[in-house]
């Protein structure tokens, strides 16, 4: 087989630009550095609350830092490619969790645990379980976006499946698979699917994998007949190290389907956690911990917003909205006023008077610029501060820290049968539409967040998204 010179220039481009093994080392390396200071932090607190104490103890134990490494490893995290961000964070906790209790198990056993203070681990495994995925975090935000950064893919079909798996990865660069071509035996499809060339036929993908070193290949092809499907799965498995297939099972669960093996046959096990009573009971008791300890914390400043709503304009402090929770009922969702007294009227004559913002409110239900919200509402609403008293509503059980947005009765029917999956669940102060985009994306693709946050959802998923709408808050990205 010719190799086609249409594919030249994707060659000599990413020979210069993908750098596969310096996304892995920086990984690793925030991790050996993340693993080092918490250590040093865990030493150096014991012995500012002790003077007596001798840290030099700890420094034989330093080789213990490439036990993690290697587990890390074994559980897939380097490179750690299109791991999704909550299973990352339960595969790095776990694994950290077991090399500690590796470390002091193995201690007691070799009678040295007289020598080490317990309290000195203790804050260790804290400090690694929060420090090692906020490294890995800081590299992927400083990084991803670099064109060096992550591991080539070649995606087999240019049909809707594909641009819809080129659109993804070139939208979160963070999961590490960087589509370089696509291919596709329909000649009326080649040119370019999303700034990615789509540079020939399915049999130019081991050209692909030879000149390139492409390592992940990713059939999107759904559509095309069973025979053809196994053709080409059986042809470029043995090309691909790794090869992903895209089923035709879109808007099922996706983190925590398992491969079953029946008899020779696959099947695929779907779990929906949160319709489960198990989950729901760990999931409520989460909510009430952390709001009974959020809210004394966040009370103080609570009431300075309080006081300077008062101040700048007329009105209570306190606003009450209904919303839509658990199997469609209606609650009051409390939030600190950010509007005017007659703002609905504002809002009316705006629109009426400007067609493309009511363009603008029909397409996100939001406006950039509301002639409805005060000058302080504006840094509530930066700040995402408007939605602390909603804790209230965690309390009483008609809302969730994390989950989909509480919808309002007038939005139910614009959402198109999403609301069967939506308000099966409670609604939440925060959710993943939140952090992915905030008002900056559009009302189809918020419903299909919140879908796919209840039909994924796990602790994991809920501790993911709570750091990253701190994240989020702090740098106020897509809040008006």
């Known amino acids: 087989m010719q190799d086609s010179p249409n594919i030249k220039p994707t060659i000599r481009l990413l020979t210069v630009v993908t750098r596969p093994w310096l996304t892995a080392s920086l990984l690793l390396v925030s991790d050996l550095v993340a693993l080092a200071v918490a250590g040093a932090l865990s030493v150096g607190l014991r012995y500012l609350f002790d003077g007596g104490f001798n840290p030099a103890v700890y420094g034989p134990l330093w080789p213990v830092v490439g036990l993690f490494v290697l587990v890390y490893a074994l559980v897939g995290l380097y490179p750690g490619v299109g791991v999704a961000p909550a299973e990352e964070l339960r595969r790095l906790t776990l694994a950290t969790t077991l090399v500690y209790l590796v470390l002091g198990a193995a201690l007691f056993l070799f009678k040295e645990g007289g020598a080490y203070s317990r309290a000195v681990f203790l804050v260790a495994w804290v400090f690694s379980v929060v420090l090692v995925p906020l490294g890995r975090a800081l590299v992927r935000h400083l990084c991803a976006h670099r064109r060096w950064w992550g591991y080539p893919a070649v995606v087999l079909g240019a049909g809707k499946t594909g ?46 994998a030879r000149e390139l070193g492409v390592r992940y290949a990713i059939v999107a092809m759904p559509g095309v007949p069973r025979a053809r499907l196994l053709e080409v799965l059986e042809r470029y498995g043995s090309v691909f190290p790794h090869l992903v297939l895209i089923p035709d099972l879109f808007g099922f669960s996706s983190l925590w389907v398992s491969a079953k093996d029946l008899g020779g046959v696959l099947g695929l096990e779907v779990r929906q956690r949160l319709l489960l009573p198990g989950p729901r009971l760990v999931k409520r008791f989460l909510d009430l911990a952390a709001t009974v300890v959020g809210g004394v914390l966040v009370l103080p400043l609570m009431l300075l917003i309080a006081l300077f709503i008062k101040l700048d304009s007329p009105g209570p402090v306190f606003y009450l909205q209904d919303r839509l929770g658990k199997d469609g009922r209606r609650f009051k969702a409390i939030k600190f006023r950010t509007m005017y007294g007659d703002g609905e009227k504002r809002l009316a004559e705006l629109l009426a008077q400007n067609p493309e913002l009511r363009a603008e409110y029909e397409l996100y239900h939001k406006l950039r610029n509301d002639p409805r919200v005060t000058r302080f509402g504006r840094v509530l609403r930066k700040l995402s501060l408007d939605e602390l008293p909603q804790l209230w509503n965690v309390l009483k059980g008609e809302m969730s820290l994390v989950g989909p947005r509480a919808y309002l009765p007038r939005e139910l029917p614009k959402m198109s049968g999403a609301e069967g999956a939506i308000l ?21 693709e918020r419903l299909n967040m919140d879908m796919y946050y209840v039909r994924n959802w796990s602790v994991w998923l809920d501790l993911y998204i709570l750091a990253r709408t701190v994240w989020v808050v702090l740098f106020g990205k897509g809040a008006y």
């Open 163 to 208: 641009r819809m798996v080129v659109r993804m990865l070139v939208r979160q660069p963070g999961l590490g698979l960087k589509p370089v071509a696509v291919l596709d035996d329909d000649p009326e499809k080649h040119g370019a699917l999303e700034g990615v060339p789509v540079v020939g036929g399915v049999d130019l993908a081991p050209v692909l």
């Open 424 to 444: 099966k669940v409670m609604p939440g102060i925060t959710g993943i539409w939140q952090v992915s985009g905030r008002n900056e994306v559009t009302f189809r």
